[in-house]
C-alpha cells in the first residue's frame, strides 16, 4: 500500500483532495492525533479552536505547545489578537483561502479543533440567517448586564431548547446572537441550522475522538490541574484590564476573573473551570454527533487504524 508521503509527489492537480477533520471534546487527545496524521500524510495543519486563535491566550485554551507547533506547519494559531474582531465568518473565508493554497501541492490536509460552528464553517459554510431587528441586541445587551447570562440562558431554553444544548451556552454572544434570530424571525435559532452544504473544492472525511465519560472527565480535570501549575493565573493576571473583551469570556478565564477581583477562592474557581469545562465537552460531543458520517475512534486506538481507515475511505 502507498503511503500518502509517496503519493504527494504525483501532479496534485490531477487528484481529489481530502481535509481530514478531527474533532472531539476538549482534552481528548485532538491535537496529538492531528500531528501524527500531519506527518504521515506529509502535510499540514488547520487550526479550528476559536480560543486558540488568540496570541495573549496560551495556557487556558490548552494550545500546542512550542514542541508540537515545530512537528507540523500550523495555521490559525495565536494569528489574532483579544482586541480583534474576528467571527467565524471571517474564519470561513480565511480558512477556504489557506486551503485553496495548500492543496496546491498536497492532496490532503488536516483540520483540527473543538469549536464545532467553526467546523462547519469550513466543511458545510455558514448557513443563511434572517435580517434581524436591530433593537433586539441593544436591549439584550442591557439585559445581560442587569440580569446576568443566566437569565438570558434561561430565556434561550425557553425559547429554542435545541439551540440551548448544543452552542457554546456560556459565551454571551452567542446567546444573543441565538435570541436575537429567535426574536425576530419568531423561529427557533436551531430551524436556520439546515442550509444545504456549500460547493467545497475538496471532500471531507470526519474523524472523532472519543473515551468513556469517566474518562474524558479525568483528563479534563487532570489538564486543568496542569494549567494552573503552568501558571494560568498569571496569564489571566495580565489580562485582567481587558476582562470586557468577548474573547475572555470563556472557561477558565472568567472564573479566575473573579479570584483576582477577590469574589472567590482560587480552589473554589479551580473546581468551576472543571465542573464548566466538562459540562462545555458534554455539548462538543452532542454538537459532533450530529454528523452519521463521522468514523469515531477511541482515543487509545492505535494509530495504524485510523490511517487505514482514512485511506479506504478516500478509495471508496
Given at each position: 500500500?502507498?503511503?500518502?508521503?509517496?503519493?504527494?509527489?504525483?501532479d496534485?492537480?490531477?487528484?481529489?483532495k481530502?481535509?481530514?477533520?478531527?474533532?472531539?471534546?476538549?482534552?481528548?487527545?485532538?491535537?496529538?492525533l492531528?500531528?501524527?496524521?500531519?506527518?504521515?500524510?506529509n502535510t499540514?495543519?488547520?487550526?479550528?479552536?476559536?480560543?486558540?486563535f488568540?496570541?495573549?491566550?496560551?495556557?487556558?485554551t490548552?494550545?500546542?505547545?512550542?514542541?508540537?507547533?515545530?512537528?507540523?506547519?500550523?495555521?490559525?494559531?495565536?494569528?489574532?489578537?483579544?482586541?480583534?474582531?474576528?467571527?467565524?465568518?471571517?474564519?470561513?473565508?480565511?480558512?477556504?483561502?489557506?486551503?485553496?493554497?495548500?492543496?496546491?501541492?498536497?492532496?490532503?490536509?488536516?483540520?483540527?479543533?473543538?469549536?464545532?460552528?467553526?467546523?462547519?464553517?469550513?466543511?458545510?459554510?455558514?448557513?443563511?440567517?434572517?435580517?434581524?431587528?436591530?433593537?433586539?441586541?441593544?436591549?439584550?445587551?442591557?439585559?445581560?448586564?442587569?440580569?446576568?447570562?443566566?437569565?438570558?440562558?434561561?430565556?434561550?431554553?425557553?425559547?429554542?431548547?435545541?439551540?440551548?444544548?448544543?452552542?457554546?451556552?456560556?459565551n454571551?454572544?452567542?446567546?444573543?446572537?441565538?435570541?436575537?434570530?429567535?426574536?425576530?424571525?419568531?423561529?427557533?435559532?436551531?430551524?436556520?441550522?439546515?442550509?444545504?452544504?456549500?460547493?467545497?473544492?475538496?471532500?471531507?472525511?470526519?474523524?472523532?475522538?472519543?473515551?468513556?465519560?469517566?474518562?474524558?472527565?479525568?483528563?479534563?480535570?487532570?489538564?486543568?490541574?496542569?494549567?494552573?501549575?503552568?501558571?494560568?493565573?498569571?496569564?489571566?493576571e495580565?489580562?485582567?484590564?481587558?476582562?470586557?473583551?468577548?474573547?475572555?469570556?470563556?472557561?477558565?478565564?472568567k472564573?479566575?476573573?473573579?479570584?483576582?477581583?477577590?469574589?472567590?477562592?482560587?480552589?473554589?474557581?479551580?473546581?468551576?473551570?472543571?465542573?464548566?469545562?466538562r459540562?462545555?465537552?458534554?455539548?462538543?460531543?452532542?454538537?459532533?454527533?450530529?454528523?452519521?458520517?463521522?468514523?469515531?475512534?477511541?482515543?487509545?486506538?492505535?494509530?495504524?487504524?485510523?490511517?487505514?481507515?482514512?485511506e479506504?475511505?478516500?478509495?471508496?
Open positions: 500500500m502507498l503511503s500518502f508521503a509517496i503519493i504527494v509527489a504525483i496534485c492537480t490531477m487528484m481529489s481530502y481535509l481530514i477533520a478531527i474533532v472531539g471534546p476538549t482534552a481528548i487527545g485532538k491535537t496529538a492531528s500531528i501524527k496524521l500531519a506527518n504521515y500524510f499540514e495543519i488547520i487550526s479550528a479552536d476559536s480560543r486558540q488568540y496570541r495573549e491566550m496560551s495556557i487556558g490548552a494550545a500546542p505547545t512550542k514542541t508540537e507547533l515545530a512537528s507540523a506547519p500550523h495555521h490559525f494559531i495565536h494569528h489574532k489578537s483579544i482586541e480583534d474582531n474576528y467571527s467565524v465568518g471571517a474564519f470561513e473565508r480565511d480558512a477556504i483561502a489557506q486551503l485553496d493554497q495548500l492543496f496546491k501541492t498536497r492532496p490532503v490536509v488536516i483540520m483540527v479543533g473543538g469549536s464545532g460552528l467553526y467546523v462547519d464553517a469550513v466543511t458545510k459554510g455558514l448557513d443563511e440567517f434572517p435580517e434581524v431587528n436591530p433593537k433586539i441586541r441593544p436591549d439584550l445587551n442591557e439585559k445581560l448586564q442587569s440580569e446576568g447570562l443566566e437569565a438570558l440562558q434561561f430565556q434561550l431554553k425557553q425559547l429554542d431548547t435545541k439551540a440551548y444544548e448544543t452552542i457554546a451556552i456560556d454571551p454572544h452567542r446567546v444573543i446572537r441565538a435570541l436575537e434570530v429567535s426574536i425576530s424571525s419568531g423561529k427557533p435559532y436551531s430551524s436556520f441550522l439546515t442550509s444545504e452544504t456549500k460547493q467545497r473544492t475538496f471532500e471531507t472525511i470526519t474523524i472523532g475522538v472519543t473515551a468513556d465519560r469517566e474518562l474524558i472527565y479525568d483528563r479534563i480535570n487532570n489538564r486543568v490541574d496542569v494549567m494552573i501549575k503552568d501558571g494560568l493565573v498569571d496569564e489571566v495580565a489580562l485582567l484590564p481587558k476582562k470586557q473583551l468577548n474573547a475572555l469570556n470563556t472557561v477558565a478565564y472564573e479566575l476573573f473573579n479570584v483576582l477581583e477577590g469574589e472567590w477562592d482560587l480552589e473554589f474557581a479551580i473546581s468551576e473551570i472543571k465542573k464548566n469545562t459540562r462545555f465537552a458534554k455539548r462538543q460531543l452532542t454538537w459532533f454527533k450530529r454528523n452519521k458520517d463521522t468514523l469515531w475512534f477511541d482515543t487509545e486506538t492505535d494509530i495504524n487504524q485510523v490511517i487505514e481507515a482514512i479506504l475511505a478516500i478509495k471508496a
